[in-house]
């Protein structure tokens, strides 16, 4: 193509079809397309920036409750006061009584020196049969073979309501009050046998005396086999034995247990011990464990026979494998082989074995013969955990549970980093794939606590029972191993609905303010959850934190809620966290802590006055565009078109607009389209220009008709130079190879 624009021939009349294509477009305003691509982009980055500060949300806060000063509750290391309260009942027979015999006196053996045991029979009457404080192995010996004397099972009726008025009478005898842990164990089938009242009478006035006069101590009940303990008692069709120790004896402070054989008493003395005073509780069939330094007492009761007297193991079939040194053996233990270690095999159906001081690391047990239920053990540290299960939770509440290692040699809590986790599954199981829980530092130094209400809502948990157990280990100390007793969690169904703002009530435009609530409402299953109406407080973290606001219960007495104006907030995300502090209806005192509930506050504000920012950026530049066209005498663009031929591309050409000048003649294609005997023309642009919009005049100086195709369809045009405006996607048809077409471009 030369530089006036003409064409060159570059056809052949053997050549069935050429194509020629035109692109075309207009710079705007002496402005490059670049610069005007960056412009715009610059105004939609500022519309984009609007929004994303008045609705995109911001970081997630941390939890706040892990920043609030903790009220873990701490027990001082004191001796403990049991209390046994045995059913003397002839109810059992023969190797049975041996057997619950000596779980009453293994219970001395596994009490620390100042732990004191007070042992209460009852039948017709109630008798305390001993009251001792275990201050040394001799007063220990003593002890046991009293307490043996003692049960004789000789009576031939069951009153437990003597039982608990002898122990309100004898309190202050066998509790010191001040300067020990109260703790009473009842063992009993449940059943109320009065001799001189009725059942309705006996039942009242044993009601009365477990609320008042033994309030603040802890009933661990254990309820005896699976007939008696079952049938209702007499004149109380609704109240069975097992449904009195469970719901009434028991109490929140202690725990039911049932043991539906006698080989479960000695298990359930053990975690008993592990409840009361902290000791940790080897698991049964254990082989290997480990021990580390603040260990001070290694006990373990080995179990011989069986109640129906079959043998399982003998004193010579176990040994102990410490660390370092020879194993630890019966014979060992004969020789004095070992300093302090003490075999007692003088019991019918058992061994004890006691280990002061065990030097840490990994200890094995070797049996000889299969019999893993046959071992149980425990050990005593000066280092131990502490834990705080939250009262029964709904899966909508944080359910959070704290934890700590508390050192008894300093009386403080352990500020050295450790690593709590805790599972929880259906009551009474673990199943192998069940997953742990990993707790948090909280601000208070060397507390950690875990959300457990938000973790089983994870777990598509259900409401119902479930057991949970707390595990600890440092990683500097490998030896270090601590695990709680199993611990029970109960879940009820969402008593409370966290009430937050809908996205329309927390957004405000210019000039005008919403307000917007916070608060919850007492569902159906809550209302009789609570004594009256408990407290209501708010906490809000976000851009703006807001902490202890007390909500207004409505008049309904359904709903707290708490008043927020959106000019108090600025916008961005939020999360608020309800705190309700009442006393529930089936016990004490109790806070609940509401899952973190998230909401927005989106400001239009910063989005209108960017909108209306661009909106006059806009019509300030379409004016300058106009007043431009109208003083200057046109604008100042350029035409690009590319020639093809047999499909691919021979010539280019731009043509630019003189500047001043409306238009100008463009000639092309004369040569070209004289060997063309059917020839297209297609035309595609695109302005960026509103207002001012350039045009592409074709004509064509035929005495023959061509045909035009646009939108509408094919219509046929006549020649002679008529003038035609091609649009975008328009296609002209040539029929004569003798056809002339001019363009002219309007700017």
């Given at each position: ?456 809502n994870a777990q598509n948990m259900k409401p119902g029972e479930y057991t949970a157990q707390i595990i600890a280990q440092k990683d500097d100390d490998p030896n270090f191993a601590r695990t709680s007793p199993l611990l029970p969690v109960r879940v009820v169904e969402k008593r409370l609905e966290w009430l937050a703002p809908k996205p329309a009530e927390s ?241």
């Amino acid at each position: 193509m030369d530089s006036s624009g003409g064409m060159g021939k570059t056809g052949s009349p053997d050549q069935p079809r050429s194509w020629v294509h035109l692109e075309s477009w207009v710079y705007m305003m002496r402005m490059s397309a670049k610069k005007g691509l960056l412009l715009f982009s610059f105004l939609v980055c500022l519309v984009a920036r609007g929004f994303s500060q008045s609705s995109m949300p911001a970081n997630a806060p941390s939890p706040g409750w892990l920043n609030s000063p903790c009220r873990f509750e701490i027990r001082p290391s004191l001796p403990t006061d049991f209390v046994v309260i045995l059913d003397n009942s002839g109810s059992i027979k023969g190797d049975q009584q041996v057997w619950l015999r000596e779980c009453v006196q293994l219970l001395v053996e596994l009490l620390d020196p100042e732990d004191r045991i007070s042992l209460i029979l009852f039948g017709r009457q109630a008798v305390l049969a001993a009251n001792e404080t275990v201050s040394g192995e001799e007063s220990r010996k003593d002890l046991k073979q009293r307490i043996g004397e003692k049960i004789d099972f000789r009576e031939a009726k069951s009153d437990l309501t003597v039982a608990f008025d002898l122990l309100a009478q004898r309190r202050d005898e066998v509790f010191r009050r001040g300067r020990s842990l109260p703790c009473v164990v009842l063992v009993t089938d449940g059943f109320l046998e009065p001799e001189s009242e009725s059942v309705a009478n006996s039942y009242k006035r044993l009601l009365e005396r477990r609320e008042k006069d033994l309030a603040g101590v802890p009933v661990y009940a254990i309820g005896l086999g699976t007939s008696a303990i079952l049938q209702p008692l007499a004149g109380q069709a609704d109240l069975t034995g097992l449904s009195l120790l469970r719901d009434k004896m028991a109490g929140p402070l202690g725990k039911f247990f049932h043991a539906k054989t006698l080989e479960q008493i000695l298990p359930t003395l053990l975690e008993i011990l592990t409840l009361s005073k902290g000791e940790i509780q080897l698991t049964e069939g254990l082989a290997a464990f480990q021990l580390d330094e603040s260990c001070e007492d290694l006990l373990f009761v080995l179990c011989r026979k069986t109640i129906d007297g079959k043998s399982e193991l003998t004193s010579r079939d176990i040994s102990f494998l410490p660390p370092s040194g020879p194993a630890i053996t019966l014979q060992s233990a004969s020789a004095g082989i070992q300093p302090g270690v003490r075999w007692d095999y003088g019991y019918r159906f058992f061994d004890v074995i006691r280990i002061p001081k065990p030097d840490p690391g990994k200890w094995q047990v070797k049996l000889e013969k299969e019999a893993p239920s046959a071992l149980l053990g425990k050990y005593r540290s000066h280092t131990r955990i502490l834990h705080q299960i939250p009262l029964p939770f709904a899966l909508n509440e944080l359910g959070v549970v704290w934890t700590a290692a508390y050192d008894d040699r300093t009386s403080a809590v352990v500020s050295a980093p450790v690593r709590f986790q805790i599972k929880c599954d259906r009551a009474g199981e673990f199943a192998l794939s069940v997953r742990y829980l990993d707790f948090q530092a909280s601000r208070s130094k060397g507390y950690y606590g875990a959300e457990l209400g938000v973790w089983l809502n994870a777990q598509n948990m259900k409401p119902g029972e479930y057991t949970a157990q707390i595990i600890a280990q440092k990683d500097d100390d490998p030896n270090f191993a601590r695990t709680s007793p199993l611990l029970p969690v109960r879940v009820v169904e969402k008593r409370l609905e966290w009430l937050a703002p809908k996205p329309a009530e927390s957004r405000f435009v210019p000039f005008f303010q919403t307000a917007f609530s916070l608060g919850c409402r007492l569902l159906p299953s809550g209302k009789g959850a609570f004594v009256g109406q408990p407290e209501v407080h708010v906490d809000l973290s976000g851009p703006k934190s807001l902490a202890d606001m007390q909500a207004q219960w409505t008049l309904d007495g359904e709903t707290a809620l708490v008043r927020l104006e959106t000019k108090t907030l600025p916008p961005g995300s939020y999360e608020a966290v309800y705190r309700v502090r009442g006393r529930l209806s089936g016990g004490g005192p109790a806070l609940v802590v509401s899952v973190p509930v998230a909401f927005q506050v989106t400001s239009l504000e910063r989005l209108f006055w960017t909108v209306a920012a661009v909106a006059l950026a806009i019509a300030a530049l379409l004016l300058l565009q106009v007043v431009w066209y109208i003083a200057f005498g046109g604008i100042r663009g350029s035409l690009n078109y590319t020639v093809f031929v047999d499909g691919k591309p021979k010539h280019n050409n731009i043509f630019v607009l003189a500047r001043g000048k409306r238009s100008q003649r463009i000639p092309w294609g004369a040569e070209f389209l004289a060997n063309v005997n059917t020839g297209w023309v297609e035309f595609r642009s695109s302005f960026p220009l509103v207002f001012v919009k350039p045009k592409v005049i074709m004509s064509v100086s035929s005495d023959m008709n061509f045909e035009f195709a646009d939108a509408s369809g094919v219509r046929t045009v006549p020649g002679g130079g008529q003038p035609l405006r091609l649009s975008r996607g328009q296609k002209l048809v040539l029929k004569s190879g003798n056809a002339r077409v001019e363009m002219e471009y309007f700017g």
